[in-house]
């Protein structure tokens, strides 16, 4: 089973950067995404890569503002956030994509990013 640990989460101020990583226990699922869930809301699907093209996917809402890296070697997944607003405050998680199920079928215990005014 995968042991996904996040890491990077903080406060900041609208316009800053931040970085999220994630440590993969190995790397047997398809791919990882980057979820988020903001209080009071569903979870929503930020971005996704997967490992072996390194094919990335994101929510309308970050384009051109987030980037999902991996570092295979790391077994690491990062999400590089800048110009960061505050309707991106929310608990980040991570999540990796069984290769049979498709399914995000093994998560992280999340990372909390809040931004500021």
């Known amino acids: 089973q995968v042991q996904l640990v996040e890491s990077g989460g903080g406060l900041v101020q609208a316009g800053a950067s931040l970085r999220l990583s994630c440590a993969a226990s190995?790397?047997?699922?398809?791919?990882m995404g980057w979820f988020r869930q903001a209080p009071g809301k569903e979870r929503e699907f930020v971005a996704s890569?997967?490992?072996?093209?390194?094919?990335?996917y994101y929510a309308d809402s970050v384009k051109g503002r987030f980037t999902i890296s991996r570092d295979n070697a790391k077994n690491t997944v990062y999400l590089q956030m800048n110009s960061l607003k505050r309707d991106d405050t929310a608990v980040y998680s991570c999540?990796?994509?069984?290769?049979?199920?498709?399914?995000?079928?093994?998560w992280g215990q999340g990372t909390q990013v809040t931004v500021s005014s």
């Open positions: 999540a990796a994509r069984d290769h049979q199920t498709g399914a995000y079928d093994y």
């Open positions: 890569i997967t490992w072996s093209r390194g094919n990335t």
């Open positions: 190995e790397r047997t699922s398809s791919a």
